[in-house]
């Protein structure tokens, strides 16, 4: 299982007004991954690394669009 975020803003959701702040931050967003292989780690990455760390936990190849990194290590 994974569980990510694209914003890092959870401590500011909302707006004064009351509408959804839909801006991005410099806040960190933790990704959580959880497995029963011994070892594994996620390192520190950005958006563009999510959908190649999704290939990584499938065991499939990275298409060459990707531009990000598969950020688990093992």
């Known amino acids: 299982m994974i569980i990510i975020a694209d914003h890092g803003n959870a401590d500011n959701a909302e707006n004064e007004d009351g509408s959804p ?27 563009a690394d999510v959908s190649p760390t999704i290939c990584q936990i499938l065991d499939i190849p990275k298409p060459a669009e990707m531009t990000g990194k598969g950020l688990l290590k093992f």
């Open 21 to 47: 702040n839909t801006a991005h931050s410099l806040n960190p967003v933790p990704i959580v991954y959880v497995t029963n292989r011994p070892g594994a780690s996620v390192e520190h990455g950005i958006l």
